[in-house]
């Protein structure tokens, strides 16, 4: 694990903003008899008053978050298959893609993008470090390459390939500790009319919400239009436009070329002035957030305690990695919540990080609806809502700590 006091862009000494104590890999579903096995790290979140970069203290090692067992699958989601097939005709459609361009994504997952690319014929390379889910995507006809994208690998990407039109990520750049050698590789790989595009929970969002459970071991960086402007500046790179979107609870899509080479947008403008009103550059907005976070989980405890001590069954709804930030902050266990209901087949009959609370298969949700479930991907609320009326109809109530702690 990387151990830093000081900013990845800055190197200037980084503010402590909240210390979310020892926390496991938000990911790291494990079997009951490696409880004794699991691997922790100080969760401290920081800003460096130089870049405006909100950003971990530490970060357990790329290699334990992403490798041949990583849990977490795009394709599981109806909304999101829906979702990026509208954005890549979206892209289509702006001609930022078409069958003379070249096309990347850095952190490719299930192929859930790119398969669109490879049925239209179009060129495309994924960069996939986890190996399961990079041969999900092989098989859907993509290529990919099993490794993390670094501008070494950008130099040979350039000599097998050549310069590339569109570098697309999402919910990846977020993840990726040495952010500036992946920029410094996009920077020498884009063509040079070539664009590169990422999305990631957006830092605005996450403030507003206190939806603190999008801090977790993946997430190095919160993404701020303010914090990625000064960051790219860095290597020729400047935003051009933005789009706000509604995936993982509020992200941000930013557009990014060589300097010079399209007029800003006026929604990039609007929204870089807006993070000015809101004061994203100065360090008591996440003083406050903190004690927002502090307040949510109060009244979260609170809450279950309560529900508990009246006799109430509760259960969580979606393993997910964001709940493992607040099941282990708030220190809830299976006293609290008996078990998680999920669909992932890799995920059932596991147990959660950290506070060990059972994975169950879906179908014993129908069988037997608790009085409470806790709505841990809150995100997917209108998916949810729209397939689960039977448990409201039933007289089940759904549990969210977003935007505050509250009974649905």
Request: aromatic fraction near 14%; glycine fraction near 6%.
């Amino acid at each position: 694990m990387t151990n830093n006091l000081n900013c990845r862009i800055s190197d200037q000494e980084l503010i402590e903003i909240i210390n979310f104590g020892n926390q496991p890999l938000g990911n790291g579903f494990l079997q009951e008899g490696n409880f004794n096995k699991e691997y922790f790290f100080e969760m401290k979140l920081g800003f460096c008053a130089e870049s405006k970069m909100v950003q971990l203290f530490n970060q357990p090692k790329s290699e334990k978050m992403f490798n041949e067992n990583y849990l977490f699958f795009s394709e599981t989601s109806k909304y999101m298959q829906v979702y990026f097939e509208d954005l890549f005709k979206n892209f289509l459609s702006n001609d930022y893609i078409n069958k003379n361009k070249f096309i990347i994504e850095i952190g490719c997952n299930d192929g859930i993008f790119l398969k669109h690319a490879a049925k239209n014929n179009i060129k495309c390379l994924g960069i996939e470090p986890s190996k399961n889910v990079a041969e999900i995507s092989k098989n859907k006809g993509i290529e990919v390459i099993n490794n993390f994208f670094t501008s070494k690998l950008c130099n040979e990407i350039i000599n097998d390939h050549g310069k590339v039109d569109l570098i697309y990520a999402a919910n990846v750049m977020c993840h990726i500790e040495d952010i500036k050698d992946v920029i410094y590789g996009a920077s020498l790989l884009l063509s040079d009319k070539g664009l590169l595009v990422f999305e990631d929970p957006y830092l605005l969002d996450i403030i507003e919400k206190t939806s603190y459970d999008q801090i977790y071991d993946e997430h190095v960086y919160l993404f701020s239009l303010t914090s990625v402007e000064k960051l790219v500046n860095l290597f020729g790179l400047e935003i051009f436009h933005a789009e706000r979107t509604n995936t993982h609870g509020g992200s941000m899509r930013y557009y990014i070329s060589k300097k010079n080479n399209y007029n800003k947008s006026e929604n990039a403008l609007n929204y870089f002035n807006k993070e000015k009103k809101i004061d994203l550059s100065d360090v008591n907005t996440y003083f406050k957030f903190k004690k927002n976070v502090e307040n949510s989980k109060n009244d979260l405890i609170n809450l279950l305690n309560q529900l508990k001590k009246n006799g109430k069954k509760i259960s969580g709804y979606a393993a997910t990695s964001k709940s493992t930030t607040i099941l282990n902050y708030c220190k809830i266990d299976s006293e609290l919540i008996e078990c998680i209901y999920d669909t992932t087949p890799q995920k059932i009959g596991l147990f959660s990080p950290g506070m060990h609370i059972p994975v169950c298969d879906f179908k014993a949700f129908y069988e037997a609806y608790p009085d409470y479930a806790f709505l841990f991907a809150w995100n997917h609320f209108k998916e949810i809502s729209n397939k689960e009326k039977k448990f409201v109809e039933s007289g089940g109530k759904w549990i969210t700590h977003v935007p505050n702690v509250s009974l649905i």
